[in-house]
């Protein structure tokens, strides 16, 4: 079936250093990815997303990739912070989301951040 | 800065019982989510909102699912009879356009006992 999923369920750096996410996606069709940070007992909180027009997104110290050929995601933090440490998620809407915004996640990467 | 609240943070409840999980969304918008992440899993799709009609829902968002907008602020998830499969982590989300990044509230623990 249809899936979005990560590479890694856990990742552990080094302050300062950069940090690479992956994550895998077999719908298509989707238009439209986003990456989530949830912190322990907190909800999903946005973090940069991009369109399947794009290739590549900036944001501050965030950068996400799409790779629409081999259906491939990643979100590169830059210069790790203790605050970077959560689990990260990667999420795809369908072409045409609109007021069904059916967000297809994946089961995240836990990213530590060692000081 | 604008934000989803949720309201309780965390409910126990007795398997077959009622529950009601209480939302506000962010003011201007006008599409809502429900979502729920049970413990160590993904985050799962359960029902969109607009217009005051549910547009899609999933397979899990079945008979004893219910939302609500009961009045020009709040945003409801009803679960009929509470079973122990039900006891996850509810989020609520809205979004201004649905073409936009969705803000998701910090959750509710519905735990069944």
């Known amino acids: 079936g249809e899936s979005v999923g990560l590479h890694l369920p856990t990742l552990s750096v080094q302050e300062g250093d950069n940090s690479i996410i992956n994550c895998a996606y077999s719908?298509?069709?989707?238009?439209?990815f986003i990456w989530y940070k949830q912190e322990s007992g907190k909800g999903p909180q946005f973090i940069i997303d991009i369109r399947s027009n794009m290739d590549k997104r900036q944001g501050q110290r965030v950068t996400v990739l799409l790779n629409k050929t081999v259906k491939h995601l990643s979100l590169q933090i830059a210069a790790t912070q203790p605050g970077d440490s959560a689990v990260y998620f990667c999420a795809e809407l369908p072409a045409g989301g609109g007021s069904n915004y059916k967000l297809t996640f994946g089961k995240g990467t836990l990213l530590t951040v060692n000081p | 800065e604008p934000e989803v609240t949720q309201t309780p943070s965390h409910q126990v409840t007795q398997m077959g019982q009622e529950v009601i999980l209480r939302c506000v969304p962010i003011?201007?918008?006008?599409?809502f989510y429900w979502y729920r992440q049970i413990l160590g899993q993904k985050v799962e799709f359960l029902v969109s909102f607009y217009n005051n009609e549910i547009s899609e829902k999933s397979e899990i968002f079945d008979d004893q699912f219910s939302v609500e907008r009961p009045d020009g602020s709040n945003f409801t998830l009803k679960i009929r009879s509470t079973k122990l499969e039900d006891s996850a982590m509810y989020f609520c989300?809205?979004?201004?356009?649905?073409?936009?990044?969705?803000?998701f509230g910090q959750g509710t623990r519905l735990t069944v006992v």
């Open positions: 719908n298509s069709a989707s238009d439209y």
């Open positions: 003011s201007n918008h006008l599409y």
């Open positions: 989300a809205s979004s201004e356009t649905g073409f936009t990044e969705a803000f």
